[in-house]
């Protein structure tokens, strides 16, 4: 039995986690869960799934969810967030991370020392955090395991082989939901258009950056910290089927490469799971169906987000954070109508161009420096 703390459980990863944990109920136990204002949802699973511990977003609704389920505890906010990563002191614990944007990093590094292993689908973590969380993980000898497709069929194709035999690592990008306009024809584009993503059902502000790329430029850098591998062996591939998740070359030129149906529940349940492979009951791909896989190159000209954020991960220091932070800011105010589509790279290049780097690197100065990129960008642009 793994007992686990599920940050983020109303969100798309955490249903999709609790499905997999409906499934293994001899498996898994919820201990706590975390989520910020689906209150109705938030209900549902205690209701299910009888965590001891629940923190929400505002303290009113944790006052109120208090009333109906007084054998519970219950926090709220940062604090809150930070108690459900930490919460009881059960052995054979998972934390599995599935908070949108850098309100992840604090509670990973607290379980994180703690002594907890991390399932992570939070990759803003390690983008702004990666030199602090590599350090931690080494010191209190716990597990971090990819939730993202891209970084779990990384793992699972460099499994018992050595990193200085990877000769290069290849992330595929579906491309988003714009992959087929040109730079012109993105001026006009809407919210709803920007939400339709071809192939994979996911939240909001990640289906944004897939249409960026800001995504897949994120992703490098979590690969970079994840597996140990310099920047000049990462490389990204436009493969609009999504069904190869990522592939591995090694030096004797052998390539492996991780296939599947474009599907979350299976990296969740590999990472859920992990050391063991258990069965799911998901669709198997069928080549036959299927016909045919395609290739193009990822253009940085025509996604110069991609570029920007891979800069900005060798700089190091708060550079990440400040583009991290920027682009949060961005397409928040992208959904909510504020700016124009092509506007949210023109606000991440500002950002970089106005706050100064800092390769000190400390929890502090990142939170310091997410909200000062982020009332920049708000003060300007709502």
């Given at each position: 039995m793994k007992y686990l703390y599920l940050l983020g459980?109303?969100?798309?990863?955490?249903?999709?986690?609790?499905?997999?944990?409906r499934a293994n109920s001899d498996d898994f136990k919820i201990i706590a869960?975390?989520?910020?204002?689906?209150i109705v949802k938030v209900r549902e699973i205690i209701e299910e799934f009888s965590p001891e511990f629940v923190s929400v977003g505002y303290e009113r609704d944790?006052?109120?969810?208090?009333?109906?389920?007084?054998?519970?505890?219950?926090?709220?906010?940062?604090?809150?967030?930070?108690?459900a990563a930490t919460y009881g002191s059960i052995k054979n614990d998972l934390v599995i991370n599935a908070v949108v944007g850098s309100a992840g990093l604090a509670p990973t590094i607290q379980a994180i020392q703690k002594g907890r292993n991390i399932a992570l689908a939070n990759k803003e973590t390690l983008v702004i955090g990666g030199e602090l969380i590599t350090k931690l993980i080494k010191k209190h000898n716990v597990s971090l395991i990819p939730i993202d497709s891209e970084h779990s069929a990384i793992m699972?194709?460099?499994?018992?082989?050595?990193?200085?035999?990877?000769?290069?690592?290849?992330?595929?990008?579906?491309?988003?939901?714009?992959?087929?306009?040109?730079?012109?024809?993105?001026?006009?584009?809407?919210?709803?258009?920007?939400?339709k993503h071809p192939n994979w059902s996911m939240g909001s502000k990640i289906t944004i950056d897939s249409a960026t790329m800001m995504n897949k430029g994120l992703e490098v850098i979590?690969?970079?910290?994840?597996?140990?591998?310099?920047?000049?062996?990462?490389?990204?591939?436009?493969?609009?089927e999504s069904v190869i998740h990522s592939l591995v070359e090694f030096h004797d030129t052998s390539i492996i490469a991780h296939l599947g149906n474009p599907d979350m529940r299976v990296p969740i349940n590999y990472a859920l799971h992990y050391p063991k492979r258990t069965s799911y009951s998901g669709k198997s791909l069928d080549?036959?169906?299927?016909?045919?896989?395609?290739?193009?190159?990822?253009?940085?000209?025509?996604?110069?987000l991609l570029k920007m954020a891979i800069e900005a991960g060798k700089s190091k220091g708060l550079n990440p954070t400040t583009l991290n932070a920027a682009n949060e800011a961005s397409v928040g105010l992208f959904l909510n109508g504020k700016i124009s589509f092509i506007q949210i790279e023109e606000i991440i290049?500002?950002?970089?161009?106005?706050?100064?780097?800092?390769?000190?690197?400390?929890?502090?100065?990142?939170?310091?420096?997410?909200?000062?990129?982020?009332?920049y960008v708000l003060l300007k642009y709502s």
């Open positions: 459980a109303t969100g798309s990863i955490g249903v999709q986690t609790l499905d997999i944990v869960i975390a989520a910020n204002k689906n944790a006052i109120e969810l208090q009333k109906s389920f007084p054998n519970i505890s219950f926090g709220y906010g940062e604090k809150g967030l930070i108690a699972q194709c460099i499994n018992g082989e050595e990193t200085s035999s990877i000769k290069r690592i290849i992330i595929t990008a579906s491309g988003g939901s714009f992959r087929d306009l040109t730079r012109n024809e993105l001026k006009n584009v809407t919210v709803k258009d920007a939400l979590e690969a970079h910290y994840l597996f140990g591998v310099d920047y000049d062996k990462i490389e990204t591939v436009l493969h609009k080549f036959i169906q299927l016909g045919s896989l395609h290739f193009e190159e990822l253009s940085v000209t025509r996604f110069p290049q500002e950002c970089l161009n106005a706050f100064d780097n800092d390769l000190d690197v400390t929890l502090d100065k990142i939170m310091k420096r997410d909200i000062e990129v982020k009332n």
